[in-house]
């Protein structure tokens, strides 16, 4: 890149304007200045067109998120796109790559958008709590109309050139864009009114006001996305320069607020946790062909992510009737992808064309890695790691897909274990983005290079995991639940529970989720755990006798709540409510009211000192690792940043507080953390 990162070239009559500023091309300081000295060297050129294109990978692919908490600093961009857009030579914007949010808004700038075939398009300014702030929200709607851009804006989604081009968003696709361009330039058609002049076609309030809702429902607390629809509706209700300004002024007040913070923080802490220490300098080793072992629910599930990655599956059953099942579980999984427009038929087939299953070890000979996604039995763990490596070359990757049990003694008396790690796949595998990556003493660098680049491959989020149980996330999973059983048996019902955590911002509250995962491999886990328990441990057998009574969740139909046929709604169960005052009674327990704010702080407080505990442990390298495993495999709200970051942001002595009430409420059952003591 040379000193500035925006040039100006006029030759033949035009000016070629080329942003070069790695890695994205991003709209910082001093590429808006650049610009705003573009705009004026080519208003005083001879030239008839400008073509604006990028160097690199990408076209702009949004804003400096490192300059947002500093103050704005000028030219802003939203001078610059009306700059752009009111200059007298026309500018066309030649892009390729992705286009994302300041990119989109200089492009919609531009009197003519021109793109690649494989170019994407977005404003994800909604996932870092905040709206397009130059203009976005106010030219998208009168380009493309106000549903068209409310799809865009507020899912923060990205979308195909082609749709692009069928919304009359992108005037043409190009195979060969800088010939094609200059072409178009040499030849223009007749100029178009500036996008910020054409009229919008108001929907309605009644659309809009179901729109809202829709949004409300979706977002569960999130602010930006609701932010961003009124400023659409501004669009089609004021002028292009008082729709602009309120836009920039939301846009100044969200990247300031708490919720924004707590969104960056998400998007700076995933990107951390793929590049652990442990990795640095080792070279990942190629994975095409890959062995799952257990074609159940879970192993299907990973199958089906590996076959989306381009990889070739064989999946190993007991015996043939269990590799059919298996097969047809995966052909399951990816006709649902279809259904939903997430695949194309041709490329459902071919995954489908990569996939084979048998009950014959031998098959695994020449596979580059093996999962296992086995009943979670030490044994039966250990017998097919036996069979593994016994059928596989000694270099052979070899992973476990193990929730709790330590991988050490899975593997041991393996040979090489500088080949083997733990691959902890969240259910459905298929559709779960997190996976975390644990690794023993012996387990080599290369090795778990290799697991991060699987992972990246099948478009996961990565996190390293050291050795304990449950892990990472399934450790704090337990804290979790156990502070909401020592809540039932003092007072709270499960609904009442379920019910605080929805309105944190939980997509399920601990009682629908146990029932909708199913309560039996808890309760095993539990019965694993009761000979090293602490006697003066306090342990509320509410759960256990739910099981007992072969209440196990919606699969039979009645859990902690009870379920109508065909039907996954939790209804309340007098008989379970019973169940649990009962209980109190018998422990000499005096009842008492939890408001939705007691359950929920001292919910998050029993999980924030767990994940405390883990990072103290080196479990965890980082309280942003604890972080990005509860994002992406419980669920936790994003806009909230995270639990560690939450309690952070609340102040950690207000947590303390909240963890010591916790500890009070039932002794000798907590260890607290350093952060929190």
Not at 49 to 68: H, N, P
Not at 159 to 166: Q, R, T
Not at 557 to 582: A, F, Q, T
């Amino acid at each position: 890149m040379s000193g500035n990162p925006v040039t100006v070239e006029i030759r033949d009559g035009l000016a070629f304007v080329t942003i070069d500023n790695p890695p994205v091309n991003a709209t910082s300081q001093a590429v808006r200045a650049g610009l705003a000295d573009a705009v004026q060297q080519v208003a005083a050129s001879d030239a008839k067109a400008v073509i604006l294109r990028c160097a690199g990978k990408t076209f702009v692919a949004g804003g400096d998120i490192s300059e947002f908490d500093k103050p704005a600093a000028e030219p802003h961009l939203p001078d610059i796109c009306n700059a752009i857009e009111a200059s007298p030579i026309p500018w066309i914007a030649a892009m390729h790559g992705t286009v994302l949010g300041g990119g989109f808004e200089i492009a919609l700038s531009c009197a003519f958008r021109l793109a690649l075939p494989d170019t994407r398009f977005g404003m994800p300014e909604v996932n870092i709590g905040i709206i397009p702030g130059a203009g976005g929200t106010q030219r998208l709607p009168r380009l493309a109309g106000v549903e068209t851009a409310t799809n865009i804006i507020c899912s923060g989604g990205m979308f195909p050139a082609a749709k692009m081009l069928e919304a009359g968003i992108v005037d043409a696709l190009m195979n060969n864009l800088e010939e094609a361009v200059t072409g178009f330039a040499a030849d223009l058609p007749p100029l178009p009114a500036p996008v910020s002049q054409r009229p919008v076609e108001h929907p309605g309030s009644e659309w809009f006001a179901a729109k809202r809702a829709e949004l409300e429902k979706k977002a569960r607390g999130q602010l930006s996305p609701v932010q961003a629809l009124e400023a659409i509706q501004w669009a089609a209700t004021l002028p292009f320069s008082e729709g602009q300004q309120r836009e920039r002024e939301r846009f100044l007040d969200l990247r300031t607020s708490d919720q924004s913070k707590a969104l960056r923080h998400a998007f700076f802490a995933e990107r951390q946790a793929a590049k652990p220490e442990l990795i640095k300098g080792a070279e990942a080793r190629p994975v095409e062909r890959i062995v799952v072992v257990g074609g159940g629910l879970m192993g299907a599930g990973i199958a089906t992510a590996c076959l989306g990655a381009g990889c070739s599956v064989h999946i190993l059953e007991q015996n043939e009737e269990g590799a059919e099942a298996a097969i047809t579980r995966v052909k399951t999984n990816i006709d649902g992808a279809v259904k939903r427009g997430k695949l194309s038929a041709e490329k459902a087939a071919a995954q489908i064309a990569r996939l084979s299953a048998g009950s014959d070890y031998s098959a695994a000979q020449d596979a580059d890695l093996a999962v296992e996604a086995v009943f979670e039995d030490l044994q039966v763990k250990k017998d097919t790691f036996t069979r593994l490596a016994a059928a596989m070359s000694e270099d052979a990757i070899l992973a476990t897909n193990t929730s709790y049990i330590d991988p050490e003694l899975i593997f041991e008396g393996t040979a090489n274990p500088a080949r083997c790690l733990g691959l902890h796949f969240f259910s459905p595998a298929h559709i779960m983005k997190l996976v975390e990556i644990v690794h023993m003493p012996e387990t080599s660098a290369e090795t778990l290079a290799t697991g991060f680049a699987l992972a990246s491959q099948l478009r996961k989020i990565p996190v390293l995991s050291g050795i304990c149980d449950g892990f990472i996330g399934n450790r704090m999973l337990a804290a979790y639940r156990r502070q909401a059983d020592y809540m039932l048996a003092d007072g709270a019902l499960p609904h009442e529970v379920d019910a605080a955590m929805r309105a944190f911002g939980m997509p399920m509250g601990p009682y629908e989720l146990q029932d909708l995962t199913g309560l039996q491999i808890a309760w095993a886990n539990r019965k694993r755990q009761a000979a090293t328990r602490d006697p003066k441990e306090r342990y509320v057998t509410i759960a256990d006798r739910l099981c007992e009574m072969d209440r196990l969740g919606q699969r039979s139909s009645k859990g902690w709540y009870r379920y109508e046929e065909g039907s996954k709604k939790p209804l309340r169960d007098p008989d379970v409510e019973e169940l649990i005052v009962r209980y109190s009674a018998e422990q000499g327990i005096e009842r008492q009211a939890f408001s939705a704010q007691e359950i929920s702080g001292r919910l998050i407080a029993a999980m924030v000192n767990e994940g405390a505990l883990i990072v103290e442990e080196g479990i965890a390298a980082s309280a942003n690792d604890v972080d990005v495993v509860k994002l992406y495999g419980y669920g936790f709200p994003r806009w909230r940043g995270g639990p560690m970051h939450y309690a952070e942001s609340r102040g950690t002595g207000e947590m303390a507080a909240l963890m010591q009430s916790v500890a009070n409420q039932s002794p000798n059952s907590w260890k607290i953390s350093k952060l929190l003591s």
